[in-house]
């Protein structure tokens, strides 16, 4: 494990420092795992990132200043898959097919403004890594209600008093239900996670067609937690079940990280300020939501995980 | 296996003209989705694509999605094409803007329809009038050959100034009309129209990872701001050399900013664009006294060209086929903003709206009240009475 750490922390990084995200960015965290990961994966493959309207507009620095390694296609809001796909058609054209093309997009853009692009994308079964970087609100513009914001959040939409109703978008079966070859979870809370994050990343580099990747991005300004604390919420996050670490490959759904013994969301929900406000029986609700989804993905690997030998890869 | 390109005189619609102008200027890059009265370009290239290895033709969900993968394409160094039509136009405006202010040279044929509400599919020109300022070359047309020689003259401009350029031509009118073209032979168009070769720096390469389009300083922007507007200039006098040149390599003629014709002395001028500058050829055959300016490269607005040619007239009308709430109609304000005086008090008449028929009595109407004193001192354009 020791070794595996040393070779993750000597590898060379494509998020370069000096980029402008906040202190304690979790997707700061994300976005050099996945590209590192997916260079690492192929490293004889280039890759270029779409990035949508988001804070990684700015992230990736005021011009002529770029933190990223790779080249980046800057989109409007809504049309990131498009211009993938885009892109991917006119490497092909020019002999650099084989280069991997990523889109690194929020939850405004996946889960509302741009969802039938993706969903397009994904139906024509385009070869590309489609990233969702899920920090579960606007964050870019101050923190406003997505269609991935929890149950319950506070967001400057939905401030406590009208807390958000309904439930967080569940993109990642809306994903696997378009039949694409490979859909998953990622969330780095622990060594193991990250393990789990890594070996989902060196799947999706080798499978080809439309993969999309569901990563948790914990967000201190919008989840209102300190900056020190984004790796322990994120590991409360898949402790508690909240964000559970799944993978469906090739149609088939399999539970990727099983908490040993699941810590009570309550948890999860204390140590942010988002959810500050929520009664006892707000909390419960939320419980019995969560769990209800596991006996669902429990019952969904059942149905299509035992004819079929998962891969190796995503062991954990 | 793909369909076969007709050849030499042939008889074509506007649409398949273009389809054809498209696969003979070897667009590599098509986004298609549908809309009445254009979806017979993709439906063309389509067949005329299928099963090449060296084109990718992709369906997309919708015209914002369609315009941002040729842009996407476009970065990457491919020559593009996409067309569409009316609410397809006005659903792509964000892209639209960018277009321009990121420099690509897409080349988009547009086919003119009114827009909702109500609902109607019938031609006006309100679509593209309303995207006049979002920095895209536009070129009216006025035959199904006119489309073809525009969209082959449209890359060349495109790629020399780094500018998107949108062919425009009414549907129905000239969309489903059936026309004799003559298609240019393939070795004709490559040598008017080299391969796209964009500088070097501009392209989107994985091999120099560099970032496009990102956030600069307040000066910065204005600078790229600028620079876009000096494209624009630059095209002023692009747009009439391509034309001649073509004309001298395809032996026939081709418009460049405007196309003119009677009396060049003439007391009335009459200013048009798209196919009421056709319809308005018939007067000549009555009246010797007028001159007819056709405005087919409408941005960059053609000012200089258009004061030369209307210096002698003094009485000028303008016959818009869209309409701008609270103002003069978008040909009509253009005009009048030039000088002298006798151009600025133009006389502007907006019709044909929801493809209302513009017969020559109508043009008679706008000629008779212009010759009257017509519009001077109005703020807004007038309509042609109901039965004219």
């Not at chain 1, 995200?21 to 779409?50: F, Q």
């Not at chain 2, 103002?327 to 006389?347: K, N």
Request: net charge negative.
């Amino acid at each position: 494990m020791a070794e595996w750490l040393e070779e993750i922390v000597a590898e060379e990084k494509l998020l370069h420092p000096g980029h402008a995200a906040c202190a304690g960015c979790g997707p700061a965290i994300n976005v050099r795992h996945v590209l590192d990961g997916l260079a690492a994966a192929r490293p004889e493959s280039r890759i270029v990132l779409v990035v949508p309207a988001s804070c990684w507009t700015i992230i990736a620095g005021i011009w002529p200043v770029n933190a990223f390694g790779v080249s980046v296609h800057l989109t409007p809001f809504a049309s990131a898959a498009a211009e993938a796909s885009g892109i991917k058609s006119a490497l092909r054209l020019r002999g650099q097919g084989d280069t991997q093309v990523v889109v690194w997009a929020g939850d405004g853009s996946t889960c509302d403004i741009g969802l039938s692009g993706v969903s397009a994308a994904a139906e024509r079964d385009e070869d590309l890594v489609y990233v969702l970087n899920d920090n579960e609100a606007y964050m870019n513009t101050g923190v406003q209600k997505s269609g991935a914001t929890p149950e319950g959040a506070w967001t400057t939409t939905t401030p406590a008093t009208a807390p958000r109703a309904g439930q967080k978008k569940d993109i990642a079966r809306i994903m696997a239900a378009h039949g694409i070859p490979y859909v998953a979870t990622l969330a780095p809370g622990s060594v193991p996670m990250l393990r789990d994050f890594r070996a989902k990343v060196a799947r999706a580099a080798e499978v080809r067609g439309f993969r999309f990747l569901h990563v948790l991005g914990a967000c201190p300004p919008g989840w209102r937690y300190p900056t020190d604390q984004t790796v322990e919420v994120t590991r409360l996050a898949v402790e508690s079940r909240a964000f559970p670490l799944v993978a469906c490959d090739d149609g088939a759904w399999r539970i990727t990280y099983r908490p040993k013994r699941p810590v009570p969301v309550r948890e999860y929900l204390e140590a942010q300020g988002r959810f500050g406000h929520l009664s006892p029986d707000d909390v419960e609700a939320f419980q019995s939501h969560v769990d209800e989804r596991w006996r669902q993905l429990v019952a969904l690997e059942g149905q299509t995980s035992c004819s079929e030998t998962p891969p190796s890869t995503i062991s954990v | 296996m793909s369909a076969v390109l007709a050849q030499g005189r042939t008889v074509l619609t506007a649409n398949e003209a273009a389809a054809h102008a498209v696969m003979l200027a070897r667009a590599r890059a098509i986004g298609c989705y549908p809309i009445t009265p254009q979806t017979i370009i993709v439906e063309r290239l389509a067949d005329l694509t299928a099963g090449r290895d060296d084109v990718e033709f992709t369906n997309l969900e919708s015209e914002h999605a369609m315009f941002g993968y040729v842009i996407a394409a476009a970065r990457v160094g491919v020559r593009t094409f996409t067309a569409t039509s009316s609410q397809g136009l006005l659903y792509a405006h964000e892209q639209l803007q960018r277009a321009s202010r990121e420099r690509v040279p897409l080349v988009a044929v547009n086919v003119n329809r009114s827009i909702f509400a109500p609902w109607s599919i019938e031609p006006d020109l309100s679509d593209s009038m309303s995207q006049r300022d979002t920095g895209w070359i536009q070129l009216y047309c006025a035959s199904a050959q006119e489309v073809l020689d525009s969209v082959l003259c449209a890359y060349r401009i495109a790629e020399t100034v780094l500018l998107p350029v949108m062919v425009c031509a009414e549907g129905f009118l000239l969309s489903h009309t059936s026309e004799l073209v003559d298609v240019p032979g393939q070795d004709m168009v490559d040598a008017f129209l080299p391969e796209l070769r964009p500088p070097e720096e501009w392209v989107l390469d994985p091999e120099r990872p560099r970032t496009f389009s990102a956030l600069p300083e307040a000066r910065d922007y204005d600078a790229f701001q600028r620079r876009v507007a000096d494209a624009m200039d630059d095209a002023v006098s692009l747009i009439e050399d391509v034309a001649s040149e073509f004309g001298s390599r395809f032996g026939r003629h081709k418009a460049g900013a405007l196309a003119i014709a009677g009396n060049p002395d003439a007391d009335t001028a009459l200013v048009t664009i798209g196919t009421i500058g056709e319809t308005a050829l018939e007067l000549l055959e009555e009246d010797d006294d007028l001159l007819l300016v056709r405005v087919h490269a409408y941005r960059p607005f053609p000012a200089a060209q258009l004061s030369a040619a209307l210096a002698r007239a003094s009485h000028v009308a303008v016959v818009d086929r869209a309409p701008a709430f609270g103002a003069f109609g978008p040909l009509g304000s253009d005009v009048r903003s030039l000088g002298p005086a006798h151009i600025g008090a133009a006389t502007n008449v907006v019709c044909g709206l929801g493809g209302t028929e513009v017969t020559p009595r109508t043009l008679r109407w706008v000629l008779e009240t212009a010759r009257s004193g017509g519009a001077d001192g109005d703020v807004a354009p007038l309509y042609v009475p109901e039965g004219v």
